[in-house]
């Protein structure tokens, strides 16, 4: 029994890792006021809209990915993004494409 409920937490733990994506630069995109192009080690086009109905960050060339965010997770992400890029870090970014969910984000270690 107790082997059957350990590989029921393995595979779980297994299925629930994020990616890790590092964001060296954000730049307004032009015509917005808040939505910001990221360069990122992500290999797709990457950009955080705040200011769209749909807001989040958008992945690919016409947004075919999306992690949908609040308002204030909007705001706040953009906020920590400057800090860290402020003290020359990068921001990463512990993205959950499956399930669709902005994980975590915090100045890169």
Known sequence: MKVVVAMILIFTLYEACADQIQVSYM??????????????????????????????????????GVIMLQEWECEELIIDMKKSHSRRKKHCLEVDFDRSVLDSQATCL
């Open 27 to 64: 730049s307004r995109s032009p015509d917005f006021y808040k939505r910001y192009d990221l360069k990122t080690s992500f290999n797709q086009k990457v950009a955080l809209d705040c200011q769209s109905f749909i807001q989040g960050l958008l992945f690919g060339e016409l947004g075919e």
